[in-house]
């Protein structure tokens, strides 16, 4: 799939959650080749400082239109510089980069479920909208969408899914919104209530929330696929900031390593070897999302 560097003009820019942006672009090239779960580098200010561009999942592609949506919540001077650009201003993009999602086979009416931790609803989107799109959100109770926050106002209003059908379960860390607790905890605990058992798990979140999510999906025996999120200067694998451990495709016992960027953002839950991280010390109750 070709890298395409374009210059995206501002369509919109609006606060649509606590801290959390979404910004539509004109970008013909980018919208045209982009995929459900992939990403563009983002240069967000015009001088050399911040240097380095951020990495910007999809939210939303219009290829129709020529257009994307980039949602993102402000945590650095970077993000904080792109919340101040205007419409009708411009911003460099380089993508489509990474991998995608895997739309499920359509003729499988098993449930589906997704579980975003914080900004991590970002990639899920778009994935969510055109699983919908294929009637399966006419099926009741097909689509659930398991999202967690650290509180009420960092949550998108449910209303933002519910115009598709999705059904969503909500929690918060501090108990300002529907569960109080860690949205992993959220969708166990239902699992069991409602015998719930999803044909496919997609998620989205800090690695702490991922490591929960690949540790029940490869339990229950649910395939997963897994949008990790991770520190990137390059987009392309050259800067080699976004290692993690992985399983060498020869020796199970040898270090090897994958490049978000490069060979995700879009994992299998037994691609990383999350005893090696820190994650694997966290003890219960399940780590809070970020």
């Not at 942006?21 to 090239?29: A, C, F, I, Q, V």
């Not at 919540?73 to 993009?93: E, F, N």
Request: with cysteine; net charge neutral.
């Amino acid at each position: 799939m070709p890298k395409i560097q374009e210059h995206a003009v501002i369509v919109d820019h609006r606060e649509v959650a606590e801290r959390t942006y979404l910004m539509r672009l004109k970008s013909p090239g980018i919208a045209r080749e982009a995929s459900p779960g992939q990403f563009v580098m983002a240069r967000v200010a015009k001088g050399l400082d911040p240097l380095l561009r951020r990495p910007l999942s999809f939210h939303r592609i219009f290829a129709e239109s020529g257009t994307i949506e980039l949602l993102y919540r402000i945590v650095g001077k970077g993000t904080l510089c792109l919340s101040k650009c205007l419409p009708g201003s411009g911003i460099d993009l380089v993508g489509p980069l990474g991998n995608g999602f895997t739309l499920p086979d359509r003729r499988d009416l098993s449930p589906v479920a997704f579980v975003a931790g914080g900004i991590g609803i970002a990639p899920l989107c778009e994935l969510i909208v055109r699983l919908a799109l294929t009637g399966a959100a006419a099926k009741p109770d097909r689509i659930h969408l398991f999202y967690g926050a650290r509180t009420a106002a960092e949550l998108l209003p449910a209303e933002y899914f519910e115009r598709w059908g999705i059904r969503v379960h909500s929690s918060t860390d501090d108990g300002s919104f529907g569960y109080h607790g860690y949205v992993t905890r959220l969708i166990e605990e239902f699992s069991v209530a409602e015998d719930f058992r999803p044909g496919a798990i997609y998620a989205c979140g800090p690695l702490d929330m991922q490591f929960h999510v690949a540790k029940w999906a490869l339990a229950q025996n649910i395939p997963a696929e897994l949008s990790l999120e991770s520190l990137m200067a390059c987009g392309i694998g050259a800067c080699l900031g976004c290692a993690l451990p992985s399983a060498h495709p020869g020796d199970p016992a040898a270090d090897h390593y994958v490049h978000v960027c490069k060979d995700g953002p879009i994992f299998s839950p037994g691609a990383i070897q999350w005893q090696k991280m820190q994650t694997h010390r966290l003890p219960p109750p399940i780590f809070p999302c970020d």
